[in-house]
């Protein structure tokens, strides 16, 4: 089954520490994101990645960081420096251009500080 | 900076009534318009969208239509059905940012049976 898994589904952490939400797809796309959401905010991006070995920040990146070692994989870290990281986390794919073309989504990991 | 405002925040229609979300962008360079629908709990996923160069378009009972001049663009559900009830989110590309999609804040829609 094609398509773009995140792990885990939720995810606790303590204050201070980092935690990396995994985000894996086998549609062979080029494009990978990352989005926030927070109710009533809709989705703001944080990070996105056209090709392997680059990304840019998105609208949001302060406290967040990314790495695209592999075509496949875009996985984000909630760094301690993140404010307030309690949000549902979304990662999607494209298959070319950023902007171009439907968002393929994953199902979404919630991460909870306590 | 660029941004998408989408209203109503949220909207409760009847069975069977029609249902219509509005979305006003800044960035008067942009070319593409999606409409998302999430579903609770689950991920979000394009039901429609739109470019440009067209005004209008339809797909069975949902439709989107873009006024380029006023920069606000529409999606129109008929014949509402409980199946319908979820989060909706517009988008529009930021063309001079490389292409990327601002989202607006969303829609609930509850479509009463």
């Known amino acids: 089954d094609g398509g773009i898994t995140q792990s885990p589904k939720y995810l606790f952490r303590k204050e201070g520490q980092n935690v990396t939400l995994s985000c894996e797809q086998n549609?062979?796309?080029?494009?990978m994101y990352w989005y926030r959401q927070d109710p009533g905010q809709g989705l703001r991006l944080i990070y996105y990645?056209?090709?392997?070995?680059?990304?840019q920040k998105g609208d949001i990146a302060e406290g967040y960081s990314v790495s695209r070692e592999k075509k496949e994989s875009f996985p984000l870290t909630v760094t301690s420096a993140q404010k307030n990281p309690t949000a549902f986390y979304l990662c999607?794919?494209?298959?070319?251009?950023?902007?171009?073309?439907?968002?393929?989504f994953g199902e979404g990991s919630r991460l909870t500080v306590l | 900076g660029e941004n998408v405002e989408q209203h109503p925040s949220t909207l409760s229609v009847q069975e069977g009534d029609s249902a219509v979300i509005k979305c006003t962008y800044s960035?008067?360079?942009?070319?593409?318009f999606p409409w998302y629908k999430q579903e609770l709990g689950k991920r979000p996923q394009l039901i429609i969208d739109?470019?440009?160069?067209?005004g209008e378009k339809k797909d069975q009972r949902i439709a989107v239509t873009l006024n380029k001049t006023a920069k606000h663009f529409s999606l129109h559900i008929t014949e509402t059905q409980p199946e319908d009830s979820a989060v909706y989110f517009c988008?529009?590309?930021?063309?001079?940012?490389?292409?990327?999609?601002?989202f607006g804040q969303g829609t609930e829609l509850s479509v009463k049976p």
């Open positions: 999607a794919s494209t298959p070319a251009a950023v902007g171009v073309g439907e968002l393929f």
């Open positions: 549609l062979n796309h080029d494009a």
């Open positions: 990645s056209q090709i392997v070995n680059d990304f």
């Open positions: 960035d008067s360079a942009s070319n593409y």
């Open positions: 739109i470019r440009s160069n067209v």
């Open positions: 988008a529009a590309t930021l063309y001079n940012q490389g292409g990327k999609l601002i």
